[in-house]
């Protein structure tokens, strides 16, 4: 009986002990940290804090985003403090008919096809400057920079880059927005649609167009 | 399927982004159609090598941008801010916002029309109780002067005493080789519950740095400001002062303690602008224990440019 006893409680220390302990800090987590509703809330009432806690939830995605599709610091800079500005100042608008994740980027993504269909009338590459070797993205080089690495692969690298670089220019700013979030940002076709105000159907095509051309420019080169 | 349907269907396969069944069609036609499993190799190589070309956000801007978005918000009217809309208010702030063509005679007739009538109906209101507040409650909310109140009571008499907490709004103004003006934003660098202040302070404190009370306060807000952007703007008016014992003392705690990539990349900077070999053992130290590429690869290259190894033997 003493033995059955101990298993039982061997049991009981190795199973079920960690299974409460973790319930235990879980649940302490929830109780202290507020839910995105809470937040929400709070904000629109004028919570600093708050506000500042939503905004850091989501500020790196939006500065990625904004960096990948405009490839310049100083622009995705602009992006970010003109989205977070405009949803400060409508926060209270927010009804919760949809994600805020959705409505924060429905503003970040309009904001940035606005840049793009500016950048595009105004033909600019402001990344792209001329060098002794040809033009080079300021960009693509900051991020390849450091120590070491195989020469040749260097080149080649830079090469497939300026392909790639090349068929992005060639995509009209709602293919280029639709490709950034499903390719680089992994969000579903289905939420793209609801951010752009169109529908699945619709993100689908884009996509598949951008993608039609993006394998016509580098088919030959991968 | 037809070969055509596969093709179009490979790069929304590849997302992820086909049912069950279209998967399963895609699949079974490629294991026994060499041409669209070539056509599939290849939109896989393109997809991968789209993968390469994510970008990384450089070390810095992202503190740099939530330093910014802090003082632009500072700087946003009282009006567009948020929790100060409410209801109709709001409601009507909207619609002359958006769009009625006559907005600019109607509320500028509206002003008058408000005006005329608050000179009618309002002067001074004295209550009838002794001792007590003589202004209406609009004037409790007048520019520079705010309340809250403490408590309430009723009174046997059948009024109402209420206490409140009053502050005054006071604004000064003067130039910054002005003493008193300096004494303030001193105590604003320190303001702990508005970073925003904090961070205009500090920018403008860094234009006076010379004096030693204001390179103190920037050494104590460089090493101990909950803030980045805060401990970044303390950190730009050290920069002419990066010889100084004291000061090269705290930038190396900073170097070494501080939690943002950003500012230590600053820190390094600094340190940079006045070069001694004192500070190739911390440079060195730094190289070890740093985890950012971006920051191990600038201690690396103020390490060359110092002719320094990068560890100790």
Partial sequence: ?222 | MKCEDIVHAIPLYLYGEVTPVVEELVEDHIAGCAACAQEFTLQKAVHAALDTREMTVPAGLLQECRGDLTRKIARVPEHQRAGHHSGVGDWLRDLLHHGIPMRVPVSAMALIAIGYFAARLTGPVHSDVPGSLTTTNAGLENAGFSSSIRSIESQPSGSVRIALDETHRREVTGRLDDEKIVRLLLAAASEENNAGIRVESVGMLKECAQSSPVRAALLDRVLHDPNAGVRWKALEGLKAFAGETAVRKTLAQVLLHDDNPGVRIETIEVLESHRDDAMVGILQDVFQKEDNHYVRTRVQNALQEMHATLGTF
């Avoid at chain 1, 708050?50 to 960096?67: C, G, K, P, S, W």
């Avoid at chain 1, 040809?134 to 991020?143: E, S, V």
């Avoid at chain 1, 390849?144 to 020469?151: A, I, S, T, V």
Wanted: aromatic share 8%; net charge neutral.
């Fill in chain 1, 1 to 222: 009986l003493g033995g059955v006893a101990r298993d039982l409680f061997g049991v009981y220390a190795s199973i079920v002990l960690p299974m409460v302990l973790a319930a235990g800090v879980l649940a302490t987590r929830m109780a202290t940290q507020p839910d995105e509703a809470t937040l929400i809330r709070a904000a629109q009432r004028g919570d600093a804090e708050a506000f500042e806690t939503l905004v850091r939830t989501y500020d790196q995605n939006v500065l990625r985003i904004a960096m990948n599709l405009l490839r310049s610091p100083e622009d995705a800079r602009d992006i970010y403090q003109e989205a977070f500005l405009r949803v400060y100042k409508n926060l209270h608008t927010f009804r919760f008919d949809c994600s805020f994740h959705t409505w924060l980027y429905r503003i970040v993504t309009n904001i940035c096809l606005d840049h793009l269909r500016k950048r595009k009338v105004r033909r600019e590459e402001s990344t792209v400057i001329d060098t002794p070797e040809g033009p080079l993205d300021r960009i693509d080089h900051f991020a390849q920079e450091g120590p070491g690495g195989d020469p040749e692969r260097h080149t080649w690298n830079r090469q497939l880059q300026e392909k790639i670089g090349s068929a992005l220019e060639d995509l009209s700013p709602r293919e280029r927005m639709v490709f950034e979030l499903r390719h680089y940002q992994g969000l579903r076709l289905r939420n793209i649609g609801e951010m752009l105000g169109t529908s699945e159907e619709a993100a689908k095509n884009c996509l598949f167009r951008a993608t039609q051309k993006m394998r016509s420019v580098l088919g030959e080169f991968v």
